[in-house]
Structure formats: C-alpha cells, structure tokens
C-alpha cells in the first residue's frame, strides 16, 4: 500500500513539474487542490455506494458543500453507485 502510495506521490509531482513548464504557473495550487478533491470525494462516495450523507459525514462536510464540489468537480454519481 506505501509504495503505490509513494508512486502516487511521484506521479503527480511529476505532472506538477509539467503544468509549471505548460504555463500553468499561479494555477498549479488550485489545480492540485482540486485533483486531491476529486479524488478522496470519488473514493468515498465508492465506499458509502453513492450515499452523499455518509460521504459528508465521513469527510466532516455540510452535504451542500459535497454537493456542490461533486458538481465542480464533475464527479459521475452513477460510476460511484456501482
């Protein structure tokens, strides 16, 4: 589990160092930030089977909030449900 998890790491520390040399420079935070959402929000809603009220109660936010990161983030409901 560490090491995939460190080749994770590697891996988007990789991609950070092309979205600097792609001129994403000053946008690399947010961008990061949201790929970490996206994807702790996806592997919840993956173990809840979809429930958003379990999902915001495991990661301790307002439904709403998951809702509305859900939209952002155009996480597919009907891929979690499965």
């Known amino acids: 589990m560490m ?3 460190a080749r ?3 891996k988007a520390l990789l991609e950070l ?3 600097f040399l792609r001129g994403k420079e000053g946008k ?3 961008i990061m930030l949201d ?3 996206k994807s702790l929000i996806t592997n919840t809603l993956i173990i809840t089977f979809g429930n958003q009220i379990k999902a915001a109660r495991l ?3 307002n439904r709403n909030t998951l809702r509305a990161k859900i939209k952002k ?3 597919s409901l009907s891929e979690v449900k499965r």
């Open 8 to 10: 994770e790491i590697e």
């Open 35 to 37: 790929a970490l959402d």
């Open 17 to 19: 160092d092309r979205m």
């Open 3 to 5: 090491d995939e998890e």
């Open 73 to 75: 983030l155009g996480i």
């Open 28 to 30: 690399i935070y947010h």
């Open 59 to 61: 990661l301790g936010i």
